[in-house]
């Protein structure tokens, strides 16, 4: 078992910076990937970024290129997200995630097997 919890969001304004958290926990966490998704009110759950556990790092270009960075401490069983120029499309929920997947299959939210409870991401224009 795998248990997650985020923590970090709020409100910002457009062009701040958030940083989220994931502290994990669970005998063999650090043999997972973990991946951050995030939805928003009447939309599908959407991938933003994961890190595979020997830690290749894969993110969804087109919303998040050169804004968000996705890293992980083994150490202390923590994932991260740092969001900087946030927009107010990057409103949503925010959830981290845990895969047994590597590669291109952590695209996809069928691929985790474990997940938290989210953490509300709110941008203002």
């Known amino acids: 078992q795998v248990q997650l919890v985020e923590s970090g969001g709020g409100l910002v304004q457009a062009g701040g910076s958030l940083r989220l958290s994931c502290a994990a926990s669970?005998?063999?966490?650090?043999?997972?990937?973990m991946g951050w998704f995030r939805q928003a009110p009447g939309n599908e759950r959407e991938f933003v970024a994961a890190?595979?556990?020997?830690?290749?790092?894969?993110y969804d270009a087109d919303s998040v290129k050169d804004r968000f960075t996705i890293s992980r401490d083994k150490p202390k069983n923590t994932l991260y997200l740092q969001m900087n120029n946030l927009k107010p499309v990057d409103t949503a929920v925010y959830y981290c995630?845990?895969?047994?997947?590597?590669?291109?299959?952590?695209?996809?939210?069928?691929?985790?097997?474990?997940w938290g409870q989210g953490t509300q991401v709110t941008v203002s224009s």
């Open positions: 995630a845990a895969s047994r997947s590597v590669g291109d299959s952590l695209r996809r939210a069928a691929e985790y097997d474990y």
């Open positions: 669970g005998r063999t966490v650090n043999a997972y990937s």
């Open positions: 890190v595979s556990w020997v830690g290749i790092t894969t």
